[in-house]
């Protein structure tokens, strides 16, 4: 929870949760919840997501594993299926992911995507692109 700021106060969370559900009214997509095959347990969520980036509205993509499935690949699953839904579906040009610059984790999960990671960050933004 380091990486995400913590807990926060039943109010956010429920601001938060309206936000996904009009994000899925307005533009088809948002996060989803991700759960375990073999034992259906909920192994965290992630998505695509509207956000602010330098002034302008940019699509970006979120996860979050809890920390008992680490290390097990499903980040990686999550960001592939999101990135592809991204480039693929919604054939988006552009893509920004939202990292901490000492989670070195999630880094190597965006280059195991095959996703381009630049040299700049601004904000604990990284602009992807996909390598097609």
Known sequence: MATLGGVVP??????????????????????W???EKDTNKLLGRGGLHIREIDGEEA??????V????????????IASACAEIAFEVLSLEKLFCS???TNKS???VIEKVGLNLPHTCRH?????TSNN
């Open 66 to 77: 809890f920390s008992e499935f680490w290390n097990k690949g499903y980040a990686t699953e």
């Open 33 to 35: 919840l991700w759960f």
């Open 59 to 64: 699509v970006a993509l979120g996860y979050v």
């Open 124 to 128: 604990y933004f990284v602009r992807l």
């Open 99 to 101: 990292i901490e610059v």
């Open 10 to 31: 039943e109010l956010v969370v429920k601001e938060r949760f309206q936000g996904c559900l009009n994000a899925w009214k307005d533009r088809g997509f948002d996060a």
């Open 106 to 108: 999630s880094l190597r």
